[in-house]
């Protein structure tokens, strides 16, 4: 019997969550896109990873996180998230996780793929698009969400908030 493996995202403030889903659902192969817009931490944890997630302490309020710009990813196209707040964050969970990944331990570059699996020149297009109009944003990450891997889908497994109130 296969082990769950749980990949864990930022949850996003609301409005920063809408638009690059929208995003998403507008510039992703419909026939592809399995899954809502997210920002991946770690690719792949196991239940002990998950069980160590919850004993450590997170932040007790939202991180500030900039939407930076896109990204051309070749076959994609992602918006990049700045956050020095998140790379400290991500850096301290890596720190305590234990055996990572290969890819989980390798260099991490935050984005949010909202286009992905096309050929190179619809990517360039889109990025040429929103390269010419794109304006930095303002968001938030209020808490972590760990999602069992369903072989291309995934289910909301738990919720780490960072405001412990609500």
């Known amino acids: 019997m296969n082990r769950p493996t749980y990949i864990l995202t930022a949850e996003l403030d609301n409005a920063s969550f ?5 995003l998403r659902r507008t510039h992703f192969p419909p026939d ?16 002990g990873q998950l ?24 076959s994609g196209v992602a918006i990049r998230v700045s956050s020095p707040a998140l790379q ?4 301290e969970l890596r720190n305590s996780l234990g055996e990572l990944s290969r890819q989980d331990a390798q260099g991490w570059r935050p984005h949010v793929t909202i286009q992905n699996k096309v050929t190179a020149a619809i990517a360039r297009k889109l990025f040429d698009d929103l390269s010419g109009r794109f304006s930095v ?9 760990a999602w069992q891997y369903l072989g291309g889908p995934w ?5 780490f908030a960072f405001d412990r109130r609500g």
Do not use: I
């Not at 944003?137 to 969400?145: C, P, T, V």
């Open 88 to 91: 400290r964050l991500r850096s």
């Open 155 to 159: 289910s909301l497994a738990e919720r």
């Open 32 to 47: 592809r896109n399995v899954l809502p817009a997210h920002l991946t931490l770690f690719h792949r944890l196991s239940e």
């Open 137 to 145: 944003r303002a968001g938030s990450m209020r808490g972590l969400l």
């Open 51 to 74: 069980e160590l997630l919850r004993g450590l302490d997170l932040p007790s309020c939202a991180l500030h996180l900039e939407y930076a710009g896109p990204v051309l990813l070749g």
């Open 18 to 22: 809408h638009w690059l889903d929208q």
